[in-house]
C-alpha cells in the first residue's frame, strides 16, 4: 500500500470518527431533550390541557350564538306547546255523539255505494250458517253486542265495552274484527271469543268457542264465497272510522291485551288512540323541530372557522358541540322547571306541555356530544404530548463505507 493510499484512509477514518462523534452528540442532546420532556410531563400535559380549553372556549361571538340558540329552542317548545292546546281543544270539541246523525249518515252512504258499485256483479250465496256479503255490509259489527255477556259472567260496561273487544282495536281490529264479521263472533281482550246469533232476535251471545274456531268458521265462510273477505274489511274500515271521532273514541292499540287495567283507567279518563296519535305527532314535532335548529345553528356557526386560530377543524368543532348541547340543556331545564311549577301549584294538566321530543333530543346530545369533545381533548392533548416525545428527525449522518 502507497503512502498516498495511507493518507486518503487515514483521512476517511477521520471523517467517519468525526461523523460518529457527531451522531452521539445528537442521539444524546436528543436523549437529554426527551428525558426533560418525561420529566415536566405533568406539567406538559397540563399546558396542553389549558391550551384545549383556550382554543375551545366560548368568545364573545359563541356566546352571542349560545344566546340565540336557547332562545330558538325555548320558542320552540313554548309555540309547539300553544299548538297542541289548540289541536286538543279543537279535536275534543269535534267529537260526536255516538248516534250521531252525521255518522249514520256517513255509514249509510258508504254502504250504499259499496253495494251500488258490487251488487249484480256478486252472486249472494245463501248460508245456514254465515251472513252473506251483503249482510255483512250491512248488519251491525258483532262485537257491538252485549246481550247475553251476564250469562258468561262478563261485563261489558256499556259504553266502555271498546275497550274489552278486540274488534274495537285499532290494529288489532283487522284482524279479528275481520274475523268476527265474517264469523259472527266476538272476541275479547283476553282472547276469550263468544258466538254471536240473530235467532232468536235480538243478536245475543248464544255459546262459548275459542278463538282458533273463530279463524275456522272465518276461513270456513270465505270458501263459501270470498266475496265475504272484502266485505268485511270494508265492513270493518267504516265501524272503526265512525267510532274513532266519537266521544269515548278507540281504545290505544294492543294495550288491552297485556295491560288491561291501565287501558281502562286510561280510556276511562278520555285518553283514546286519537289523544296517542295526536301526542306522538307532538313528541315528533317536538324532536324534529330542535333536531333543525341545531343543525341551522351548527351551519351558521361552522362558517366562522378559522383556521389560523384553531389547531384543526375537530377543535373548532368542539366549540360548536358545546354550544349546541348548553342550550339544549338549558331549554330542556327550563321546560323542567315551567312543567314542574305549573303541577306543584295545582295545573294537573301542566304535564301535557312537557317537551318529551326535545328531552330526548337533549339526552342524545348529551351522550355523542359528550363522547365526541372527550375523544378531541384526548387527541388534543395525548397526541400533542407524543409529538413532543418524538420530537423532529435526527438526520444522522452515514458514515462512509471503506473501498
Same mark, same amino acid.
Given at each position: 500500500?502507497?503512502?498516498?493510499? /495511507?493518507?486518503?484512509?487515514?483521512?476517511?477514518?477521520?471523517?467517519?470518527?468525526?461523523?460518529?462523534?457527531?451522531?452521539?452528540?445528537?442521539?444524546?442532546?436528543?436523549?437529554?431533550?426527551?428525558?426533560?420532556?418525561?420529566?415536566?410531563?405533568?406539567?406538559?400535559?397540563?399546558?396542553?390541557?389549558?391550551?384545549?380549553?383556550?382554543?375551545?372556549?366560548?368568545?364573545?361571538?359563541? @356566546?352571542?350564538?349560545?344566546?340565540?340558540?336557547?332562545?330558538?329552542?325555548?320558542?320552540?317548545?313554548?309555540?309547539?306547546?300553544?299548538?297542541?292546546?289548540?289541536? $286538543?281543544?279543537?279535536?275534543?270539541?269535534?267529537?260526536?255523539?255516538?248516534?250521531?246523525?252525521?255518522?249514520?249518515?256517513?255509514?249509510?252512504?258508504?254502504?250504499?255505494?259499496?253495494?251500488?258499485?258490487?251488487?249484480?256483479?256478486? @252472486?249472494?250465496?245463501?248460508?245456514?250458517?254465515?251472513?252473506?256479503?251483503?249482510?255483512? @255490509? =250491512?248488519?251491525?259489527?258483532? =262485537?257491538?253486542?252485549?246481550?247475553?255477556?251476564?250469562?258468561?259472567?262478563?261485563?261489558?260496561?256499556?259504553?266502555?265495552?271498546?275497550?274489552? $273487544?278486540?274488534?274495537?282495536?285499532?290494529?288489532?281490529?283487522?284482524?279479528?274484527? $275481520?274475523?268476527?264479521?265474517?264469523?259472527?263472533?266476538?272476541?275479547?281482550?283476553?282472547?276469550?271469543?263468544?258466538?254471536?246469533?240473530?235467532?232468536?232476535?235480538?243478536?245475543?251471545?248464544?255459546?262459548?268457542?275459542?278463538?282458533?274456531?273463530?279463524?275456522?268458521?272465518?276461513?270456513?265462510?270465505?270458501?263459501?264465497?270470498?266475496?265475504?273477505?272484502?266485505?268485511?274489511?270494508?265492513?270493518?274500515?267504516?265501524?272503526?272510522?265512525?267510532?274513532?271521532? $266519537?266521544?269515548?273514541?278507540?281504545?290505544?292499540?294492543?294495550?288491552?291485551?297485556?295491560?288491561?287495567? /291501565?287501558?281502562?283507567?286510561?280510556?276511562?279518563?278520555?285518553?283514546?288512540?286519537?289523544?296517542? *296519535?295526536?301526542?306522538?305527532?307532538?313528541?315528533?314535532?317536538?324532536?324534529?323541530?330542535?333536531?333543525?335548529?341545531? *343543525?341551522?345553528?351548527?351551519?351558521?356557526? #361552522?362558517?366562522?372557522?378559522?383556521?389560523?386560530? =384553531?389547531?384543526?377543524?375537530?377543535?373548532?368543532?368542539?366549540?360548536?358541540?358545546?354550544? /349546541?348541547?348548553?342550550?339544549?340543556?338549558?331549554?330542556?331545564?327550563?321546560?323542567?322547571?315551567?312543567?314542574?311549577?305549573?303541577?306543584?301549584? #295545582?295545573?294537573?294538566?301542566?304535564?301535557?306541555?312537557?317537551?318529551?321530543?326535545?328531552?330526548? @333530543?337533549?339526552? =342524545?346530545?348529551?351522550?355523542?356530544?359528550?363522547?365526541?369533545?372527550?375523544?378531541?381533548?384526548?387527541?388534543?392533548?395525548?397526541?400533542?404530548?407524543?409529538? *413532543?416525545?418524538? #420530537?423532529?428527525?435526527?438526520?444522522?449522518?452515514?458514515?462512509?463505507?471503506?473501498?
Amino acid at each position: 500500500m502507497s503512502v498516498e493510499e /495511507l493518507r486518503k484512509k487515514r483521512a476517511q477514518l477521520k471523517a467517519n470518527s468525526d461523523i460518529t462523534f457527531n451522531n452521539m452528540q445528537v442521539i444524546a442532546d436528543e436523549s437529554l431533550r426527551v428525558t426533560e420532556v418525561a420529566h415536566n410531563s405533568r406539567e406538559i400535559l397540563e399546558n396542553l390541557d389549558a391550551e384545549f380549553e383556550r382554543q375551545t372556549g366560548l368568545d364573545k361571538t359563541d @356566546v352571542k350564538f349560545l344566546f340565540f340558540a336557547t332562545a330558538l329552542q325555548i320558542g320552540r317548545w313554548v309555540v309547539i306547546n300553544k299548538v297542541n292546546q289548540y289541536a $286538543t281543544e279543537k279535536m275534543n270539541s269535534s267529537r260526536l255523539k255516538d248516534n250521531d246523525s252525521s255518522i249514520k249518515k256517513m255509514e249509510r252512504e258508504a254502504r250504499d255505494k259499496y253495494k251500488e258499485k258490487h251488487d249484480g256483479k256478486w @252472486v249472494h250465496n245463501k248460508s245456514e250458517k254465515y251472513p252473506t256479503w251483503l249482510e255483512i @255490509v =250491512y248488519d251491525g259489527v258483532p =262485537y257491538d253486542v252485549s246481550i247475553g255477556s251476564p250469562k258468561f259472567g262478563v261485563n261489558m260496561e256499556a259504553g266502555y265495552h271498546r275497550i274489552h $273487544t278486540l274488534g274495537h282495536d285499532p290494529l288489532l281490529g283487522w284482524l279479528f274484527g $275481520t274475523m268476527n264479521i265474517i264469523s259472527s263472533t266476538i272476541t275479547l281482550d283476553d282472547f276469550r271469543t263468544y258466538k254471536v246469533s240473530a235467532n232468536p232476535k235480538p243478536k245475543h251471545w248464544e255459546y262459548q268457542t275459542n278463538v282458533l274456531d273463530g279463524f275456522r268458521m272465518a276461513i270456513e265462510s270465505i270458501k263459501e264465497d270470498d266475496k265475504r273477505l272484502p266485505a268485511a274489511i270494508f265492513a270493518e274500515a267504516i265501524h272503526l272510522k265512525s267510532d274513532a271521532f $266519537t266521544k269515548n273514541g278507540l281504545p290505544i292499540p294492543v294495550l288491552e291485551t297485556f295491560a288491561p287495567d /291501565l287501558a281502562g283507567k286510561l280510556y276511562k279518563n278520555n285518553y283514546d288512540s286519537l289523544c296517542l *296519535m295526536k301526542d306522538i305527532a307532538v313528541v315528533g314535532t317536538q324532536a324534529v323541530g330542535a333536531i333543525l335548529i341545531n *343543525m341551522v345553528i351548527s351551519l351558521i356557526h #361552522g362558517l366562522y372557522y378559522d383556521p389560523e386560530k =384553531y389547531s384543526s377543524r375537530d377543535v373548532y368543532e368542539v366549540k360548536t358541540r358545546k354550544i /349546541l348541547l348548553y342550550s339544549n340543556l338549558i331549554s330542556t331545564a327550563s321546560n323542567v322547571i315551567w312543567v314542574g311549577g305549573n303541577a306543584i301549584a #295545582g295545573n294537573e294538566a301542566a304535564w301535557k306541555d312537557l317537551d318529551i321530543g326535545g328531552i330526548i @333530543v337533549t339526552m =342524545y346530545r348529551l351522550v355523542t356530544d359528550t363522547k365526541f369533545i372527550q375523544s378531541v381533548k384526548e387527541e388534543f392533548v395525548l397526541g400533542g404530548f407524543r409529538n *413532543m416525545i418524538k #420530537g423532529e428527525d435526527l438526520n444522522l449522518l452515514e458514515v462512509e463505507l471503506w473501498d
